[in-house]
Each structure stands twice: as structure tokens, then as C-alpha cells.
């Protein structure tokens, strides 16, 4: 089993739904989780960082985490063509250190107009 | 502040020759990651340097690939001699401190081994 599992999609979805991403993991030593989002052709940019479980909301944006279940999601609310990208969960069991990322392989989600 | 620099943007060789990419860092971040990112194993880390020191290289594919660090500014990334497997996207990253979880990326270098 890979540390960390992510539906590499692609996910297609009209404009102002709800999009809802999702990564399954094993390591129960993580504890940071993050979301990043990569646009075509550019290098990832981190959108929402989640210490152990819990809710996270950012504007349009919210990040769970249920440690328990070993799984965490990334909720896009009124979904914008803008949101057009490839998202990649990625989680660590230490901020710092040598302690490696790991990294879903992402999936991609258009936003139609 | 222009973020990490990385070039070239792209980059065609022929297998057996040497490759050297090159990032430059957000200035005042002392820490440094070279990613690669390939559809089939999605972003792994290759090695972090922190401070200018190589902290952690053990995921570096093979002797093949060296890594370097001269100076907070600058750091390079070889492969001697270079193959069609290590075609893939090479990211440069840098954080403040030792903080993975807040390292920014570079736009990439794009790899193509013929």
C-alpha cells in the first residue's frame, strides 16, 4: 500500500458547484497535512496547511482531516474556471527536519464555464 | 521578490550526455529541495540541503545524480550521463528555517532524454 492513496481523476464540473478532493494515507505519524494546487506548465503552490484533524476554511476553500479514518479532503465551494488545476494532498509527520513530504500524485479538475 | 528562478525552463538532450539544472532560491530562505515529478510517481524529493549543507539525499536515484549548493543563492543539479528515464519535470523549492510544509516551488525544469 502507498503512503499516500489520491484519485487521480480527472474530475470535470460546471461552474459554481461544489467539488469535493480526497486523500486516503497510511502513516499514522502524520501529522501536517497541506494541499497544494498546480496550474499547467508551473510548479506547486501551497493553498491550505492543517495541523492534525480538524477544519480548515479559507474563502471558498476548506480542509478536513479525520486522523481516525486516515483521510483527509479539500472542499472548493462555488467553483471558478480560475480553480482549473491540479491539486496534490501532501503530508509530513514533522514540519522540519529531514522529515520528507509525501505527495499524492494529484488529481486534475476542470471548472467549465 | 521574484520567487525561485530555475533554468532553463526546458531542456532536450541526447542520452549520455550531462545535464545541469540550476535554481535560485527566495533570498533569506536557508533551505533548499530539489523535487522530480513524473505521471508515474507523481513529486519525490530528491535531496534538501539546509544552510547550504546537504541534510538529506536519499532520494536521489543514483550515483548519476550529484547535487551542490555553493552559496545561499545558488544551487545545481547534474546528471552524468543522462538517460530517457530521468525524463520528468525538476522543481526547486525553498523554505525559511527548516519548514517543509511551507516551502515555495519554481516553475520547473522540463527534462526530455532522446
Known amino acids: 500500500q502507498k503512503e499516500v492513496e489520491q484519485d487521480p481523476g480527472p474530475l470535470s464540473v460546471p461552474e459554481g458547484a461544489i467539488v469535493s478532493l480526497n486523500c486516503t494515507y497510511s502513516?499514522?505519524?502524520?501529522?501536517?497535512f497541506m494541499w497544494y494546487r498546480q496550474y499547467s506548465r508551473k510548479g506547486p503552490e501551497l493553498l491550505m496547511y492543517t495541523y492534525s484533524s480538524g477544519n480548515k476554511e479559507d474563502g471558498r476553500f476548506t480542509a478536513q482531516v479525520d486522523k481516525s479514518s486516515k483521510y483527509i479532503s479539500l472542499f472548493i465551494r462555488d467553483s471558478q474556471p480560475s480553480d482549473s488545476a491540479t491539486y496534490l494532498c501532501?503530508?509530513?509527520?514533522?514540519?522540519?527536519?529531514?522529515?520528507?513530504?509525501?505527495f499524492g500524485k494529484g488529481m486534475k479538475l476542470t471548472v467549465n464555464p | 521578490d521574484a520567487g525561485v528562478i530555475q533554468s532553463p525552463r526546458h531542456e532536450v538532450t541526447e542520452m549520455g550526455q550531462e545535464v545541469t539544472l540550476r535554481c535560485k532560491p527566495i533570498s533569506g530562505h536557508n533551505s533548499l529541495f530539489w523535487y522530480r515529478q513524473t505521471m508515474m510517481r507523481g513529486l519525490e524529493l530528491l535531496i534538501y540541503?539546509?544552510?547550504?549543507?546537504?541534510?538529506?539525499d536519499s532520494g536521489m536515484p543514483e550515483d548519476r545524480f550529484s547535487a551542490k549548493m555553493p552559496n545561499a543563492s545558488f544551487s545545481t543539479l547534474k546528471i552524468q550521463p543522462s538517460e530517457p528515464r530521468d525524463s520528468a519535470v525538476y522543481f526547486c523549492?525553498?523554505?525559511?528555517?527548516?519548514?517543509?510544509?511551507?516551502?515555495?516551488f519554481g516553475q520547473g525544469t522540463r527534462l526530455t532524454v532522446v
Open positions: 501532501a503530508m509530513s509527520a514533522s514540519r522540519g527536519g529531514s522529515e520528507k513530504l509525501v
Open positions: 540541503f539546509n544552510n547550504n549543507v546537504p541534510i538529506d
Open positions: 523549492a525553498s523554505s525559511f528555517g527548516v519548514l517543509n510544509t511551507e516551502a515555495f
Open positions: 502513516n499514522s505519524a502524520f501529522q501536517y
